[in-house]
């Protein structure tokens, strides 16, 4: 049955249904064959693939009830040659992936007196919102490269684009291994950032909005970038908070890499301005030292900072790693200092937090297969409260161009919630 609603009305999802329409039955499956074919007949010149994949998912006692989180996203590649490429992400993000199951079934009412809602009718509606799982759109970007035989690499973005800082520009442009931190993502940063589990920190900064991007190719080892775009925040926190650079930004962002046998560097600096004129500015360095089965891996910078507001250390990102690998052994030292503005939102709960990580690895994960125990702790510079100590077996392996990764985390100091004392983490994702 074909159902429609008036406009306004929200479907089980937590979206707008199809508003009703004039248009014939007999019209939509002509229509849907004329776009089909129009989307269809481009793609039989160009190469298809998948770049990457990632899905993972946290099992764990939430207030006594056993919980799944769950995190997918993929990327969807067109390329034409070397020439030119077209780039699809989606992602999905699920707090309680039960609970998203259940409330498929159930309805939001559709209030017409324009009331307020209060009590149980208002945490019901917000809790069927805030554990919805939708698969939603991340980020589509067309490049072209050799524009007018320069050595000239052009792209339009829409979205989620590029991270600064993270190391993965690196491996698609030149070839390389993955050098960057495994402390990061899903399996690292489960409650998210500030308890939105929906945002991780990934780099020291990220592309978000529209606009372009120009990269100078004439150098083997040396890769000048230019974007240019207008930028929005990652959250819709700043319709009702002032605790973000919001509104309409118009940003700008310079970056640097270079690559070389023992280093691989990277520097960006960049800004925002916004409608009422207020300059936002940020910076980072990124770098990998390796040699003699001794690595080094670092990322600092100031994800944002808003002009004439007193600088402090809480303004900082930054990671230092520190890495030993010794044949069939290899040991990670990881500490992170959070920062409280990360993407245009300020933060005030990762005030003072800090992450310290020891991963001890036996194998070879370029082998397929490797396994260890890390152990650490989250902890608050100036506070005792929230001090979370772990010690968790991992393992890693590889089969059929997919990578797992298999961690269960033993916290003892929550000893007197025995349910909570341990959660597990499951990831696949595309093995590079």
């Known amino acids: ?107 939001i009412k559709h209030i017409d007196s324009g009331d307020p809602v209060y009590g149980e009718d208002y945490n019901d509606l917000a809790d069927q919102i805030n554990n919805q799982a939708v698969l939603g759109f991340r980020i589509a970007k067309a490049t072209i490269r050799n524009i007018l035989g320069l050595p000239l690499e052009m792209s339009y973005f829409i979205g989620a684009g590029d991270d600064f800082c993270a190391g993965d520009e690196f491996i698609t442009r030149f070839g390389i291994s993955p050098f960057g931190t495994d ?81 691989r560097l990277e520097v960006f600096w960049g800004f925002s301005l916004n409608t009422s004129k207020d300059l936002s500015m940020r910076g980072g360095l990124m770098f990998h030292l390796t040699g003699h089965g001794v690595e080094f891996f670092f990322q600092g910078g100031i994800p944002g900072w808003k002009a004439g507001d007193k600088f402090n250390i809480n303004n900082l990102f930054f990671l230092i790693e520190p890495r030993l690998r010794l044949g069939f052994f290899d040991m990670y030292l990881s500490f992170f200092y959070h920062p409280v503005e990360y993407i245009h939102v300020i933060t005030p709960e990762e005030k003072g937090r800090a992450d310290i990580n020891v991963k001890f690895l036996f194998g070879n994960i370029d082998s397929g297969l490797a396994g260890g125990i890390e152990t650490g702790g989250e902890l608050t510079i100036d506070s005792t409260d929230g001090f979370v100590f772990y010690i968790s077996p991992i393992g890693t392996f590889i089969s059929s161009g997919l990578r797992w990764d298999l961690k269960i985390r033993f916290m003892p100091l929550k000893y007197d919630s025995p349910k909570e004392m341990v959660d597990f983490f499951i990831g696949v994702r595309t093995a590079l």
């Not at 080892?221 to 700043?238: A, E, G």
């Open 1 to 107: 049955m074909n159902q429609c609603v008036k406009s306004g009305a929200l479907s089980a999802a937590g979206i707008l249904k199809r508003p009703c329409s004039r248009l014939s039955h007999a019209r939509v499956p002509g229509f849907g064959i004329i776009m089909f074919v129009l989307a269809v007949w481009p793609a039989f010149s160009v190469e298809f693939s998948v770049p990457r994949i990632e899905m993972a998912s946290r099992g764990w006692s939430n207030n006594g009830d056993f919980t799944f989180s769950s995190h997918f996203s993929a990327d969807l590649a067109l390329s034409g040659g070397y020439k030119y490429s077209f780039l699809l992400g989606f992602s999905l993000d699920a707090p309680d992936i039960g609970k998203a199951f259940t409330y498929r079934n159930s309805n």
């Open 183 to 263: 402390f990061r993502g899903f399996i690292s940063f489960p409650n998210g950032i500030g308890g939105n589990t929906t945002r991780r920190y990934f780099g020291i900064h990220g592309v978000r909005g529209t606009g372009f991007s120009l990269a100078l190719t004439t150098w083997e080892h040396v890769i000048p970038m230019l974007y240019l775009y207008q930028d929005f925040p990652s959250t819709l926190d700043y319709i009702s908070s002032g605790n973000v650079f919001g509104g309409n930004l118009y940003s700008g962002d310079l970056r640097l890499l270079y690559i070389h046998d023992w280093l």
